[in-house]
């Protein structure tokens, strides 16, 4: 039986009907009608499913639908403005950090959450955070660096 | 396929709930993955116990760590606390899954679906932690090991709620180590780990506590490598005897990811490298946690 | 060789979509109305069916439709042996044979639909060992294989799906007056793909026509795959690719559009099957083969090689699939980039029980260099010689002569073992248990047929539409570069439509790495008539002969006078659509005169324009535990020319890295009945962010003569095939022991030390 929840992704607020005992990716694919973030496993031991709830990295195919009520759900669609890039979303395409794509938005989710928490991260910080996503085209090496660049090129930014 | 969802506000809700038939639900990272993948499907009635603060704090005292049962694997690892003076706890909750599995697992969760490749149950053994569980009759305390039953088995009945776990804090002079071996630097599960925890008194062991994760049915201390280490000097041969020991104690089965031959001789190797780094940690030298990125030769 | 850096650093075109989450894959497509597809699979590996009873399934409320054998034509099918229903009628011959498919309202009670289907079985013995299988008296998997339709270049009998001999000299007395002789035997376990998007179809009809979404690397297979099992003519069946979240040759062929087709037509409804991880291991014929590798090498001291036997067994699975031409792959990798007098090559490619085989980046190749190249390196111990010296002594050159008596042109393997040593530091002292291993590799170029269209529109911009298909390696979105460079125009200019059976010319998809290959050639030409047609458009305004303008900066202009000139764009304006067409000539397949003892001759006893690679790999072992990290990968590639860098280099980098998971952690479990015992990620241990190593790449540019656009060969497929060797010379040098099982998993490197 499903039940009325109000979902808060990306900034918007929306009402959806969702059974129970949905995960999120699956609220978030089927019910709101986004799609960026991937269901690449059963496990949580792939991370394209990833989004960050309050700011905070979850694999969405672990997560109850219903219990992201009331927290700030965020996609891969709702880290820049439509028609923008994020410095990180460009990074990644200068740095050839994209192949087939389906990792990443959850690639690119981890990434912002690390430099969230992050402003200056070692090379081996990056792995470790981007540990829990696989990649199967680039072997990681383009993304690292994409993420190592942003975090420079913020650090560059911020200089007075 | 599951019939309702309820969100507890108040622990007094969540017990309602649990006395009605409802399974609660944390982070959810095992129960819904268990689900997905046709272990167990979802129960009828959940009830989400992520609301209540009082299940998230961290509460210190000069005796002890009382953790919530809410309180993710990521928050009890960067706990000051937590690696300062229970370092194998914070080993262990360093290295589950990924940071986003760490981020929303948390140790209550991980407690209760009782895995015998479980990382935190080791430590917690050996730390003497206790738990709170609460029904809407009343509360009870537990030692971890009245808890754990067997896999994927606790002595909790349905209707209580784990609470908290309470880990006294060991003696000065006391270091800790939870070691596991690793295929993967990330995203691994226990083959073989090892819990040590020893106090040094001028040179000496006086207390010694060591366990084996994914070498038996339940994760268990060993006494007798206890024994060995006990009254030595923490020397090479008291370790090697006291990982013998652990081995010996062990009842490891063989499975897709390793043999019971091999899981017997890693229960040494990786017996003897968790002794070593608590020994070290005693003697206040400085072993990086996760310990496991130093242990087994570390790599950058 | 000019640098590769100074090339231009293409953005590919579909990026943007896939760094905001806009971009959509076959499971992100969805049509109104559509319904859930679930198969009911076979539960044993071998079984005889008795009765497949759907009644209870079909009272079940939410479902649509149920398919089964009795739904479809009674068709066989499989690319070089026709050897498989799509739904199993007599027979199950492995565990995920599909018998019936469901569609309903929902994942969940498609499900249950599926759960509900009665299925009797009288159950029979599995044969699941592939050495077994070539016993005489073992049970025959097809009863019926010699009534099968098949190419009659296969070598079968019974059980060998398929036989390869290559076959120079008098190994045999070679052998006897080596003064040196080897022998190893090794076993490679099976593995897979594993493209982070598990496999979706979604199929809807309008009247006799089916529009399929399927995230294939080949929708040209999965077309001719359609029509020939449901029926239809081709030109009823359309296959629209979506963004492909990655392919690894496990998305190659006709897969499941059929089943979901066949679904959609009963129901009346669009039918979407989205396939669980499991199911993305365990029920596609696509996985890499396991093989038994026995080699013996005879040598003379100061290391020429004067005779090599080898004996092959490989494991093809319950059918043909793709697969077919494995046992001639695989004797060509036993022999390698190397010279060597006499050789007794015997492969065979054999039925069993388990999962069916089928191309996986570069099948059999990284088993079968693994276990070259160990023996190799035994072969040096026992001649006393340094392993890269005995391979500078052994590789191919510039005319030297393969054992089927093909001659190569320019081949630039020694290069690229000299640098791999230099940038990884060969001989230079190591901490204890580390060590440097290397290996050589090779891998052939495939020339296919292959078109295009490159449509110039009115404002001077372009559009290449193409029948090749993206797998997400940037093959295809790296054409614009080569039709850039013969309009003179920006890659930026291009737009690309590509994958849709219906709009693009035909193409053999993203497998063999033969995009930029065949296709890039293809573009050339097409963009060339296009330039034909411009300067015609400018010599007319301009009063001059055609030949004597260039396209250059967006403009045609005289050659020598720049100032003469008039832009594209006005030319594009004032003409009707200027389209041009390509295919390219392909290259032909070098000569070769095999003895007369080769058998099994399927086109690959030469190759074409082969890649050439040399992989050196820095390991640090933990002798107690086996566990093995890779520190460092040195990577040098012989491609021929690189034309779009970035994605090369992305080649390599995820080639080495899916080798290294090959070579240490990924490996099929299998229960000895047809069962896989881990399949999903947690036991099936892809290499993480935190385990991949750094990777040098340097690129040994000898262009193709006989090759791609600018000189250049395939690169897909070759950076996964010398690692797992280079990683097991390392590990051998680091502790001393070999290991003889793939993947060299912690507890197997640990037991070879004991």
Known sequence: MKVEAILRINGVAVPVEIEPHWSLLRAVRDAVGLTGAKEGCDDSECGACMMLLDGEPVNSCSYLALQAQDREITTVEGLAAPGELSDLQSSFLEHGAVQCGFCTPGMLISATALLRRTQDPSEEEVRIALAGNLCRCTGYGAIVDAVLATAAGRAADSVP | MSASLATASTVEQALAQLAAGARPVAGGTDLVVGARQGKAPLPERLVAIHRLAELSEIRESSTEVALGALVSHRRCSESGTVRDRLTALADACAIVGSIATRTTGTLGGNLMNASPAMETGGPLLCFGASVTLRSAAGSRSLGIDELLAGPGRTTAASDELLEAVSVPLPPAGTGSCYARLEYRRQMEIAIAGATAVVTLANGEVTDARIAMTALSPAIGRAGEAEAALIGSGGEPDAIRRAAQALAAAASPISDVRASASYRRAMAVVIGRRAIEAALARARGEWVPVPASTALHGGVR | MTATAQRPRLIRQDGREKVTGAGRYTADVVAAGQLHARFRYSDHARARILRIDTSRARELAGVLAIVTHEDVPDVLYGQMVKDRRLFAREEVRFDSDVIAAVAATTPEIAQAAAELIQVDYEPLEAVCDPELALEPGTPLIHERWASYEADETMERDGNVLGRSTIVRGDATAAMAGADVVVSSRYEADGAHGVPIEPRAVLAQWQGDRVTIWSSTQTPFAARSGVALTLGIPESHVRIIVPLLGGGFGSKCDFHFEAHVAALARKAGRPVRLVFSRREEFVAPDHRRESIAIELQTGARRDGTLVARRARLVLDAGAYCGEGGFFAQLAAMHAIGPYVIENVDIDSRLVYTNNQPSGSIRAPTAPQTCWAVEQHMDELAAALELDPVELRRRTLIEEGSESPTRQ????????????????????????????????????????????????????????????????????????????????????????????????????????????????????????????????????????????????????????????????????????????????????????????????????????????????????????????????????????????????????????????????????????????????????????????????????????????????????????????????????????????????????????????
Not at chain 3, 641 to 664: C, D, K, R, Y
């Open chain 3, 407 to 754: 001659v190569f042109g320019p081949v630039g393997i020694r290069h690229t073992l000299e640098r791999a040593a230099q940038m990884i530091g060969y001989g230079q002292p190591l901490p204890e248990n580390e060590a440097i291993g290397v290996a050589c590799g090779w891998w052939p170029s495939f020339g296919m047929p292959s078109g295009a269209y490159v449509k110039l529109n009115g404002d001077g911009t372009a559009t290449i539409v193409t029948g090749a298909q993206e797998n997400g390696s940037g093959a295809v979105m790296g054409l614009p570069l080569i039709a850039a460079q013969v309009l003179g125009m920006r890659p930026e200019d291009f737009s690309i439509l590509c994958q849709d059976t219906d709009a693009g010319p035909y193409d053999s998809g993203s497998s063999g790495s033969q995009t930029t290959f065949n296709n890039g050639r293809a573009v050339a030409e097409a963009a060339g008539e296009v330039a034909q047609r411009l300067r015609e458009l400018a010599a007319e305004q301009l009063e001059i002969d055609p030949l004597d303008l260039e396209l250059a900066g967006g403009e045609v202009r005289v050659k020598g006078s720049p100032d003469r000139s008039v832009a594209i764009s006005e030319l594009a304006a004032a003409d009707a659509e200027i389209l041009g067409k390509g295919s390219g000539a392909v290259p032909e397949q070098p000569a070769c005169s095999p003895d007369s003892g080769c058998l099994g001759r399927l086109g690959m006893e030469s190759f074409l324009e082969p890649q050439l690679i040399t992989h050196a790999v820095h390991v640090r072992v933990d002798p107690e535990t086996g566990v093995v990290r890779v520190l460092r990968v040195a990577a040098a590639h012989d491609s021929g020319t690189i034309i779009n860098p970035i994605g090369a280099n992305g080649q390599v980098h995820g080639g080495v890295v899916m080798g290294i998971g090959q070579a240490l952690t990924e490996g099929m479990a299998l229960d000895g009945h047809g069962h896989q015992r881990n399949p999903h990620l947690l036991d099936y241990k892809l290499q993480t962010a935190a385990d991949a190593p750094r990777i040098e790449i340097a690129w040994i540019e000898t262009p193709a003569v006989n090759g791609g656009p600018n000189g250049s060969k395939g690169v897909g497929e070759p950076p996964s095939v010398p690692t797992p060797g280079a990683i097991a010379n390392a590990i051998a040098r680091a502790t001393g022991r070999r290991v003889h099982r793939l993947p060299m998993t912690p507890e197997r490197v640990w037991e070879a030390g004991r």
